[in-house]
Structures are given as C-alpha cells and as structure tokens.
C-alpha cells in the first residue's frame, strides 16, 4: 500500500513513467506524454459505461410489480394481533404476510392499538 501511495506521489511530481523493480526499487523511464487522445477518450468512456452499467445492475435488481394491488383495510380490535390477523387473513406463511403489514402501514413495533385503522395485502 506504502509502496502504490510513493509510486503514485512521484509519478505525479515529476510527470514521468515510473516502473518498479520489486520492493521499493523503482525506475524512471522517460517522460510520459498523451500520445493518442482517442485512446485516453475510449478509456474514460469505458469507465463511464461501466459505472453506469453497476450503478444500474445494482439498482435495478429489486423485482417490483406493476400491477396495481387491491388493499383491504381493517379497524383492529380489542386483543387482535397481528399473529392472529395473519392466521385468519393470510394465505401464504404467516411471517411473510405480517411483514408485508408492517411495511405497508409503517409500523415501528408489532403492537396495534384497538380502533387503528390498518391496510392488509
């Protein structure tokens, strides 16, 4: 790391190529100079493409649907939960279906209070 950081320092400083010679030996080779921009034109646009290609890859992965939901909403009751709401509502494993509620309505905690108005999947 030391070694990359001090190549990098004095290629900088004295605008030269620098080639190194196993630890701590390096070698001054000549000026360095753009002799083709295109080149140099063709690399940045790659390293665009390609950055722009992960932020995509990586924001693009999340699955969503556009088919528009229908909502059934719900006033909780005295002593309802949401383990019981998801035994007598829910068709699927009951842990995905409270999950999704929880997203859907905002929860911070799995308590419902009697007369909150709740939206089921």
């Known amino acids: 790391m030391i070694l990359a950081l001090r190549f990098l320092y004095l290629e900088q400083m004295f605008e030269r190529k620098i080639r190194t010679e196993g630890i701590g030996k390096m ?9 083709n921009p295109r080149r140099l034109i063709r690399a940045l646009t790659v390293l665009a493409l390609a950055a722009g290609l992960s932020v995509m ?19 909780v009751g005295q002593g309802d939960t949401l383990w019981s709401l998801a035994i007598d509502h829910a068709s699927g494993d009951p842990r995905d279906w409270i999950a999704e509620v929880v997203l859907l309505n905002g929860l911070n905690s ?12």
Not at 27 to 35: I, P
Not at 57 to 74: N, Y
Not at 110 to 121: D, F, K, R, Y
């Open 110 to 121: 799995s308590e419902l209070v009697p007369g909150q108005q709740i939206a089921l999947p």
């Open 27 to 35: 070698q001054v080779l000549g000026n360095y100079r753009l002799t």
């Open 57 to 75: 890859g990586i924001s693009g992965s999340v699955a969503t649907s556009d088919a528009p939901r229908e909502l059934e909403f719900l006033t």
